[in-house]
């Protein structure tokens, strides 16, 4: 019978995302110790913030985390002495960053190199310079990397917790030629379109949807974060990689941004919302040029990987295309292939929340400890 094994954990970012994955985590923990042909033993030995952290210099799990961490008035450790802490930890160590850090993300191949295994949805670590991409892959074990190297899993980088990552790993490795990716990426685009312009007709003014989008949490704090387009092209660079493309990073190719020429210069996202009305009749005009050909107005990013063509901006859409027919704040993703022919394979449902992207990080990290031995 396998020994018991025991796998330590660390966790940045305890917000949102994070203490949802918390959360999880305690879940699974109890259910892998009572394994009864193989338990694995998880234990916490590190919880940051941006502002404060709890560790032990003797890896003693944390089981009240979360009042720990609130009574806590310890700094976080800066990268190279976290690196070195988890490298004398008991166990194989598995690194989960639940941030958008781009310092973190630049730090990865150093952690992998130390074998260290890394679980995130942080997207800035797969999207910047295609040299970080290749230097995150070469120290992995599950990349060109050596044997020694820790494990890299980034589902919830696209879509949250639906399986768009692996189903394209799986159709790439199994030699299916992908043709075409194309979709609503963003939750917040995606609640924004079909309120703005419903396949039913009707719908508000887009400074007033944006508002609403605000208000409900679907967008960033300054949702001039959504509207520049930035986040799907990211999303885009992360995807058209795994089809095999070079891409230099999100800014390498077309990306249409929704905030008005005469706004970019607004000091902050407030004065960015007041005079977002402004510009109102320039989308009416759009929504009405589409409803003239019975389309909708929806945003979208695809990628032609034949033609190495990577785009992110407007498409009009017949209102019975499933792009147009999305509900919510959900997204939509087809993979055209030369195996499903004309009827692409579509992964649609909920693109954003911290529980459905904080389940993509725990699947990741039930992959990650199947892998360790």
């Known amino acids: 019978m396998p020994a018991p094994r025991q796998v330590s954990m660390a966790v940045i970012g305890a917000g949102g995302v994070g203490k949802c994955f918390l959360t999880q985590l305690h879940f699974l923990a109890s259910k892998l110790c009572q394994s009864p042909s193989a338990p694995i033993y998880l234990s916490l030995i590190y919880v940051s913030t941006s502002k404060k952290a709890i560790y032990h210099a ?42 958008s850090n781009q310092e973190i993300a630049n ?13 995130t949805p942080n997207k800035k670590a797969f999207s910047s ?15 060109s990397g050596h044997g020694n190297g820790g494990y890299v899993f980034h589902e919830s980088s696209v879509g949250a917790g639906l399986p768009v990552i692996s189903t394209l790993k799986e159709l790439v490795e199994t030699g299916d030629e992908v043709l075409k990716i194309e979709g609503v990426f963003s939750g917040t685009m995606s609640f924004l379109f079909n309120s703005f312009q419903p396949v039913a007709g009707g719908g508000g ?49 077309p990306v249409q941004s929704l905030i008005p020429k005469e706004l970019e210069s607004c000091s902050s996202g407030e004065e ?11 989308m009416d005009e759009l929504k009405q040029e589409a409803e003239k050909g019975g389309k909708v107005v929806r945003f979208v990013g695809s990628v032609d990987v034949p033609k190495g063509e990577v785009k992110v901006g407007l ?57 360790l031995h």
């Open 58 to 99: 003797d890896y003693r799990s944390h089981s009240n985390w979360d009042s720990e961490l609130q009574a806590s008035t310890t700094p976080p450790l800066a990268l190279p002495q976290l690196s070195d802490y988890l490298v004398k930890a008991p166990g194989k160590t598995v690194l989960v960053d639940n941030t």
């Open 107 to 119: 730090a990865y191949p150093d952690f992998l190199k130390k074998g260290i295994s890394i679980v």
């Open 129 to 143: 310079t295609y040299q970080l991409w290749q230097d995150i892959f070469h120290a992995a074990a599950n990349g």
């Open 205 to 253: 003014k887009f400074s007033a949807e944006v508002k609403t989008a605000k208000d409900k949490g679907f967008t960033e704090p300054d949702p001039r974060d959504d509207l520049n387009g930035l986040d799907v092209a990211r999303k885009l660079t992360i995807l058209a990689r795994l089809a095999g493309l070079k891409v230099e990073s999100p800014t390498s190719f």
């Open 272 to 282: 960015f919302m007041e005079r977002l009305p402004e510009f109102d009749g320039q």
């Open 315 to 371: 498409e009009k859409f017949d209102k019975s295309h499933p792009i147009a027919a999305l509900k919510g704040s959900d997204n939509i993703i087809a993979f055209y292939t030369k195996r499903y022919g004309d009827n692409p394979l579509i992964i649609q449902g909920a693109g954003a929340g911290g529980e459905v992207t904080a389940m993509g990080v725990t699947g990741d990290l039930v992959k990650v400890l199947r892998l």
